[in-house]
């Protein structure tokens, strides 16, 4: 791994999860990432865009709490089966970065009318098509059309994801919910052991989803292990 810029707490800013709370990241650049320093990364809490890792450091606050799911265990819920089935007709695949004008299109919309944000060609091409470690690109098509695309970092243990976008013209289809479903799969089949969500945060209608993929871990900032929130507030074996 190389570090371009040295681990530092960023300015705090209002929080997009919790509104009327500070919200602060302690942030590093690094590039030629090998999945072995990928995987100690994510199992301590980081998460990235390209070069950029970050973990919360927010003021008195630690509500965002990094989720992941062991793959061999999981179980989709009977809603989610219902979703397996709307989506059948839905082509999905994973393979390398490959960057086109429909997938700068479909994150555009997703983020303006989504999360009513304006977003630019650079800051997309900066956070997926600069990767500073092994990442994968999921493509979901309907009819030879592409509806929604994922990003995902490859540990030496683990699937991470980065960022899933859609076009919100067929959000009847849970694509979000799809995505998960099919990245957990994915994961089981590439013979790795866990599937990152990112972080949770309790409250937040926005992380709301997360919450229904079970059995999952949470990472305790305090003690820095991982437990299933359901059972004994203890450490598992790593």
Known sequence: MQILQNPSCEIPEDCPYLPGRPKSSLSFLARNIKAEE????????????????FQPACPGCRQCIPVRVPVADFRPSRGQRRVERKGHCVDVRFGPLRITERAFEIYREHSLR????????????????????PVLQSEYRLNGRLIGIGYLDRSSEALSSIYFCYDPEFSHLRLGTLSVLHEISYTRQLGLRYYYLGY???GSERMAYKDSFRPREHYNWQSRCWRNPEQADQCPAE
């Open 114 to 133: 989504r999360f009513g944000e304006e977003v630019d060609r650079d800051s997309f091409l900066m956070h997926f098509y600069f990767p500073s470690g």
């Open 200 to 202: 949770f945060v309790s």
């Open 38 to 53: 990928l995987n100690r990364l994510l199992t301590r809490g980081w998460r990235k865009f390209g070069p950029y890792f």
